[in-house]
């Protein structure tokens, strides 16, 4: 099998950020950079890279579209354990998700893989298009917002999407096609700071692609296209009442505070050893579609 | 006159002799082929960067063999290893001498010198035999509890019991038919003759018995020459080797990383260091390192003699495979160990042969980190410490935060004060040793000591990093730590973490020079009131206190007598010692990175160490480590006593009495 992960480098949004005012990037407020590989990216390499593991005589490459010294997500895939490693670049000044979109699935129409692997969104842009429109891009099948691979295997990929109040989706694909990931799809591996450096040593290859933005249908970034939030109704904010049961504030939290009140039946102390509590806290989160 | 000797070999046909030198000769053979085969396995470990030097070597082991500085740590045990290995060298020494005088041209073995030899021999059996009773009886008798059993361990002891038991009937066998009135001097051998008279029987029967009996010495003599390197009985020979081969290095540091940065590791055997496995070959199996360890004995998965017998094991089962898959350590010991040694280092202090216990876990340790296999807190933690340069993962500049209402002194170009006075992660982020800072500046500002401080300029000194198992990650702090230090010319740091002030001594160097002075507060403040620069004068409202060793203060620096100096200091205080304290003190379950980790087991280290410290009735608990304070009030609230016992840092209680 072989697998493509498309990653990016982006700024750690833990530390303080700010807007450089006269070019209107993002950078850290006074300490030095630090980058790190897209969290879900991370998961998305973290699943191919088992998905590997599983199936002898995989491979999985690595892709990614940036600027030189942007190439921080490839270097840590490399210290992950991926096979190869590439940094795309175009003929042209054009930037942002689509056209990194459209730069990456030029770069797959050339060779063909099995599952094209993504995060399902960036800390920084949150297009959450990159993975989609490759998709459409190819013409593959795509399925977005993986939680959990249950299976790859004999051209298919068995998969599962998490949907509100904790219900579950369960999607099959046919290969090739594009999957993208959220950050609980994998626990990603510790990289440790001598294999990052070890890897920091390795030329990493450089393929440029020409590409003509005007024959492919592409949707503006960004703002051509003005996004229209829905008028905010004016509500009232909502705070359970402090004297409910917990259970019962939970709940009306869930519902966002639509929950009817319910009659006295719906709280209950219950005792007993772990199993039968366990049980009964399950039956009744179930009850009430927690989960 | 009745000449004073005796005929060697006296009533020993020829083949006897033979069979005697015959099977000695292979017992050795065996003995020898059996080590050369563990010697191969050795060799293959990686070299760790030591030199040997053979002169430095017979220092260790002389030294070692003089001070038995380890043995009376245990009295009972201490006696009884006494008696069996000094019985068993004269007995050794006894036999050599009959066989010069036997088999080469040397004659010595008469008058006077007889007589001595003789007594003295007899000593040394007495010697002998009752060190190994002492052992049965604690061992099937007192059932210590961290002795274990085992069926080897038993035909062993038997073995030796029955050689010492055969070689004084022999002497008996032989009294009691020359019967020469010198003999008496051989006070064993002549009373049990005396006995064998008295029992009647006759010169020949008696004569029979002793061929008998000399037979059977010969063959659990051969015996145990051929068992000499199985089993515990390995460490007569490896564990001599382990000593000389000790490296020199400051207690606290840990050694460096030596897997080349191309290898993968993947829990081979043969990437630990060839000394690492020959001091597993070298164990004992006392468990002495056992019943001290905070995590075997709060119920943890973690026992560190079954470590070191693991990777003994793993020796075994390659060298007795001709070319198997390399062996991995992770086969049999499991991750959940690794994590949760604390670094207390006790193990190591306990260990009568020097075995560096615990830097095999953290070898491990860093073996997994490399393969990446590691928990999420861990791996929270290391990521957090990379980007954030700090283990609690607060933003890096909120690391002065703490004192912005203090209008602290701060570094700058052309300044050159006396001391730095290094916060550290805790001191400046954690809560409940920030107090422990502006105590520092307090009492510092009062004694009127010229100190700046490094303000953000400070990052982690890499001590969890490296305990954790990132040695990248340490480096990199070293290299920036020392940057910032030679930009501004710091040559004199003082500390009040333990963990930053044992870092900067010992693992800052890197085999090189110190670049600059490093003292723990408990030092300066030690120092300072002697010196009167402050007086401690008003008197607290605790009458008694307790003081609880921090392990990288004391155990691993050496460090017990200032602190207490400053508690004594404290008016109308007294100090209660606990039942463990200074080497022997108890860790507070802090270290090694467990302060960021889960924690696992029955019990939490902290809460045991906590009510050792209430048992000694006093109602406040000093401790002179950031780490132990936070560990031992976590505990007191959590046990819901945070009124009943107070945990203070000792710069706390100096800048509460001190008068201003
Ligand atoms: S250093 Fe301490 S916690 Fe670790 S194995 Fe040794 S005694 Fe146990
Ligand atoms: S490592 Fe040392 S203290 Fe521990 S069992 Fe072996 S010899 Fe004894």
Known sequence: ?291 | MEQITRQIEWNVTLWMQVFLYVGAFAGVLIAGWRLSKRYRVWKLGRSPNVQVSIPRSLANVLAWILNRGKMPRDGFASLMHFLILWGFIILFIGTTLVFLEQQTPLHFFYGTFYLVASAVIDLGGVAFLLGLSMAVYRRYLQKKERLKASAWVGALLALMIAIGVTGFLLEGFRISVTMPGFEKVSFVGYGLALMLRAGGLATAELTRLHRADWLLHAALSIAFFGLATVYFFRHIIVSVLSVALRPIRARGALRPYELSPQASPSGSVFDMTWKDLLDADACTACGRCTSVCPATTTGKALDPRAVVLKLSDLVGRHASRRNGATPSAFDTITERELWDCTTCGACVYECPVDIEVFDKIIDLRRQLVDIGKISTAARGCLEGLERRQNPWDYPPAQRATWSETLNLPAIAAGKKPEWVYWIGCAGAFEPSAQSISRAMVDILRQAKVDFVVLGSEERCTGDPARRMGDEGLFQRFRNKNLETFRRHGVHKIVTHCPHCFNTFKNEYRNGGEPEFEVIHHSQLLSHLISEGKIRLTRSAADKQVTFHDPCYLGRHNGEFAAPRKVVDSLPGMKRVEMTRSREKSFCCGGGGGQMWLESSGQQRVENVRLTEARQTGASLVATACPFCKVMLETASVTAGRQDQVKIKDISELVSETMER
């Not at chain 1, 950020?17 to 990037?25: R, Y």
């Open chain 1, 1 to 291: 099998m072989k697998l493509a992960v498309c990653v990016k480098e982006v700024l750690d949004s833990r530390l303080p950020l700010q807007v450089v005012a006269q070019t209107g990037e993002v950078a850290h407020l006074g300490s030095e950079r630090v980058a790190l590989i897209n969290p879900s990216d991370r998961a998305a390499l973290e699943v191919s890279l088992i998905l590997r593991d599983q199936n002898p005589g995989s491979r999985v490459e690595v892709f990614s579209a940036c600027a030189a010294g942007e190439e921080d997500a490839l270097y840590f895939a490399v210290a992950r354990g991926a096979d190869s490693v590439e940094r795309l670049v175009q003929n042209g000044h054009l930037a942002g998700p689509p056209y990194t979109a459209l730069l990456l699935a030029n770069r797959f129409a050339n060779e063909k893989f099995d599952l094209i692997c993504c995060g399902d969104e960036t800390l920084d842009n949150s297009s959450a298009m990159v993975g989609p429109l490759i998709a459409e891009l190819l013409d593959y099948p795509q399925v977005t917002g993986v939680t959990k691979v249950r299976e790859c295997s004999r051209g298919k990929l068995l998969a599962e999407r998490s949907l509100d109040r904790g219900h579950r989706e369960l999607v099959e694909m046919e290969l090739p096609g594009v999957a993208t990931f959220k950050i609980e799809a994998a626990e990603p591996r510790y990289v440790s700071v001598r294999r990052l450096e070890q890897a920091r040593r390795r030329e990493i290859a450089v393929r440029q692609l020409d590409i003509e933005p005007s024959k492919s249908r592409l949707p503006g970034w960004p703002g051509s296209e003005k996004k229209v939030p829905p008028r905010a109704r004016v509500k009232k904010k909502f705070t359970p009442d402090a004297n409910l049961p917990p259970a019962e504030r939970v709940k009306m939290i869930m519902a966002g505070g639509m929950a009817p009140q319910q009659s006295s039946q719906s709280s209950a102390i219950l005792e007993g050893d772990p199993d039968y509590l366990s049980e009964q806290l399950f039956r009744f989160l179930r009850h009430h579609e927690f989960v």
